[in-house]
Nanobody
Framework: QVQLVESGGGSVQAGDSLRLSCAVS????????VAWFRQAPGKEREFVAA????????NYADSLKGRFTISRENAKAMVYLQMHNLIREDTATYYC?????????????????????WGQGTQVTVSS
């Protein structure tokens, strides 16, 4: 059983930074690719960033590259999403997701990233 618990959300001003955390409860944390997704009101859920089990490989939504950074500390079973220069359009519920399939399989073109485990989400609200 894998459990994911997000934290760190809140209300911030445009231009601020925020770091989200995802606590990963699993037998072997390094076996899981972990990703962040977000969903704004009235919009579909969208991919934000993903990181391989070792932390060596990362992938980002093109529109967020340079502002968001994903990282992990496997010794602490934590995955982070550092967000800089936040804008109103970043307002959303942010979800942590994990899957035990390989990085290669999850990122295979045309497959669409699929994750078996999801957290409850943490709300981020950016006001201008």
């Amino acid at each position: 059983q894998v459990q994911l618990v997000e934290s760190g959300g809140g209300s911030v001003q445009a231009g601020d930074s925020l770091r989200l955390s995802c606590a990963v409860s699993a037998r072997s944390v390094t076996s899981y690719v972990v990703a962040w997704f977000r969903q704004a009101p009235g919009k579909e859920r969208e991919f934000v960033a993903a990181i391989s089990g070792s932390g060596i490989s990362t992938n980002y939504a093109d529109s967020l590259k340079g502002r968001f950074t994903i990282s992990r500390e496997n010794a602490k079973a934590m995955v982070y999403l550092q967000m800089h220069n936040l804008i109103r359009e970043d307002t959303a519920t942010y979800y942590c997701a994990a899957d035990e399939q390989s990085w290669f399989e999850i990122m295979r073109p045309g497959r669409g990233q699929k994750y078996a485990y999801w957290g409850q989400g943490t709300q981020v609200t950016v006001s201008s």
